[in-house]
């Protein structure tokens, strides 16, 4: 069973006067609880992959399924339906809320639009929504631009998980993150995984990071799949060039009284 | 070693929303000639205000206290080092002798004794003795001994090459500017050696980037034109701030090699500024940590990576995700 399968992905834009494929016949899967991470240079195609499974961009070939339905034949009311299972955490929260907008209201628009509680309930599910995401309910009333980083952050994943989603598409989603912060956001994600079993298209430069959640990773390169399989076993010993490449740029802290951590 | 510059109780603070907000409390540092030094701290902690100070490049409106000094005979010696309505006596007769030895000018001790009260700068000496609040509001007037020149003694390479470059003006043009102002060759001389300068940061078809926008680079090209900017002028000092922190992986390790490298033909001394513990050791002789403003550990790379004093700096590398360590998918035991 799976909850997204992608086939023969295409997506090509004009650069220069000439064509240039973003995404070339890319194809990949994703079960329920399962994260699939895209790693790969800048211009690989992992961003545009994202917008194309959002449907935030049309493909010019290819397929999606979602839950078991073609999802790019969906449109209109259905399409929006359908999106509530579909979510998305982008790099910037500041970027992706309405920064005049207080916490309590990027929580209740999920809720009101997708008709999930009635406007007597949605408090306390916005108070539940916050604890669920290791946030103290006092700060429904705080404004976005008022909270940290790893808060909104925290703010931006309480949303995705407002309308009880299958997969949740995190686009660098820990990447502006204090090293800290990262960790616990990470370890959220984990849990929510586990206790909701829901899958995480997960795009990250970072290979640490990629190694840390992921369960599989594809690696990109312009546009193509260069290799994919077990994320340890790929980042252990990449064979495509890319792959190398990746790797070897990767910092390594070696440190020789090396700890338990 | 010799101390390049000499950072003493250096405290700066922000206005916001009518808040007072302090960014360093009380940071003193020397930077040895020479060193790679890598100031780490995650946001927050004060590390690029740190690098702006030193480059006297703080808002007007922080307040400082402190003092960042430049010992003598570390700057470049140079004929327009202050206009005469400053320095009547002391300025030509530093470019006699400075030109004439090929070595640091006698006079320059001096120059640091008469600089006690601030006064020898151009920038501070209209303002000098302003306060608000108690407070010396001006930025230059901490800055003791020699006063650096952003561009000419300093080198500034900041995260994001989009908005350091000018989108409107020619590669060439731009580079070759820091070379006319600081060097004082002719434009031609000076286009010659923006040329030099790209080859330097190995960019393709230096001739026709000189004539490119920054629109027409990559990002990382456009922080390898950034970087040749920064050294055009021969600086003493390279600071990069955040600088590899905006490009991807393997991009970020093409310009770290490229710092590296240039740092050690030139000679300069850099202070790379990063929030990534890794990084900065693959890059640094020492390492300082920032938190909260305050400067709370500093020592050799491998002493700070293998045997750290504070708590904090252990939590840093902890936090570290790097390919060896145990993933988090296993340390809860479940898996999909």
Not at chain 1, 19 to 34: L, M, Q, R
Request: net charge neutral; glycine share 8%.
């Amino acid at each position: 069973m799976t909850v997204l399968a992608v086939s023969n992905l295409a997506k090509r834009y004009r650069r220069g006067g000439k064509p240039f494929a973003a995404v070339d016949e890319v194809s990949f899967e994703i079960g329920p609880a399962e994260t699939l991470a895209l790693a790969g240079p800048s211009g690989s195609g992992k961003s545009t992959i994202a917008k194309l499974v959002l449907r935030l961009i049309e493909p010019d070939a290819g397929r999606i399924d979602f839950e078991g339905g073609d999802f790019l034949a969906l449109s209109g009311g259905s399409l929006r339906a359908r999106r509530a299972r579909l979510q998305m955490v982008f790099q910037d929260p500041l970027a992706a809320f309405n920064p005049r907008a207080t916490v309590a209201r990027v929580l209740d628009d999920p809720l009101r639009i997708h008709a999930i509680a009635s406007r007597a309930e949605r408090p306390l599910r916005i108070a539940a929504l916050l604890e669920r995401v290791g946030l103290e309910t006092n700060l429904a009333t705080r404004a976005i631009h008022e909270i940290s980083g790893g808060q909104r952050q925290r703010v931006a994943i309480a949303r995705a998980i407002a309308t009880r989603p299958s997969l949740i598409v995190l686009d660098e989603a820990v990447s502006a993150l204090d090293v800290s912060v990262r960790g616990q956001i990470l370890e959220l994600l984990l849990d929510l995984q586990r206790q909701e079993r829901i899958a995480y298209l997960f795009i990250s430069h970072d290979l640490g990071v990629i190694r840390a959640i992921a369960h599989r990773v594809v690696i990109l390169d312009a546009g193509k799949i260069a290799e994919s399989g077990d994320a340890r076993t790929v980042i252990a010993n990449p064979q495509s060039a890319v792959g190398k490449a990746l790797v070897a740029a990767t910092p390594k802290l070696v440190r020789t009284s090396q700890e338990a951590s | 070693m010799t101390v390049l510059l000499s950072i003493r109780d250096l405290a700066v603070r922000y206005q916001r929303d009518g808040v007072e907000v302090a960014a360093l409390k009380g940071v003193s540092l020397d930077v040895l000639a020479g060193e790679r030094l890598a100031i780490i701290g995650e946001s927050g902690s004060g590390k690029s205000t740190l690098a702006l100070a030193i480059a006297g490049l703080l808002a007007k409106s922080a307040l400082v206290d402190g003092t960042i000094e430049w010992p003598p005979g570390q700057l470049q010696p140079s004929r327009f080092f202050a206009p005469p309505s400053v320095l009547p006596d002391i300025s030509p007769a530093r470019g006699e002798i400075s030109s004439s030895a090929g070595g640091f000018p006698p006079a320059t001790p001096e120059i640091g004794e008469s600089d006690r009260d601030g006064s020898i700068s151009p920038l501070v000496g209209e303002m000098s003795g302003r306060t608000e609040g108690g407070a010396v509001e001006h930025r230059r007037s901490n800055v003791r001994g020699e006063l650096p020149r952003l561009g000419r003694d300093i080198g500034f390479v900041f995260q994001d090459p989009s908005s350091s470059l000018d989108p409107v003006m020619p590669i060439g043009r731009q580079i070759a500017e820091v070379v006319h102002t600081h060097l004082h060759l002719t434009w031609r001389d000076a286009y010659a050696k923006a040329k030099t300068l790209l080859e330097r940061v190995r960019l393709p078809d230096p001739e026709a980037t000189l004539r490119c926008y920054p629109h027409q680079l990559s990002g990382g090209q456009k922080q390898r034109v950034a970087i040749a900017a920064a050294i055009a002028a021969g600086p003493k000092l390279l600071i990069a701030d955040e600088a590899t922190s905006a490009l991807d992986t393997i991009v970020q390790a093409e310009v770290v090699t490229l710092i590296r490298g240039l740092v050690a033909e030139d000679g300069m001394t850099l202070l790379f500024i990063s929030h990534d513990i890794a990084l900065a050791a693959s890059l640094a002789d020492r390492i300082a940590v920032l938190r909260h403003g305050e400067l709370i550990e500093l020592g050799q790379t491998d002493q700070i990576i293998n045997a750290p004093r504070q708590s904090y700096t252990r939590a840093l590398l902890d936090a570290h995700l790097g390919l060896d360590a145990k993933p988090l998918l296993d340390r809860k035991g479940a898996s999909a």
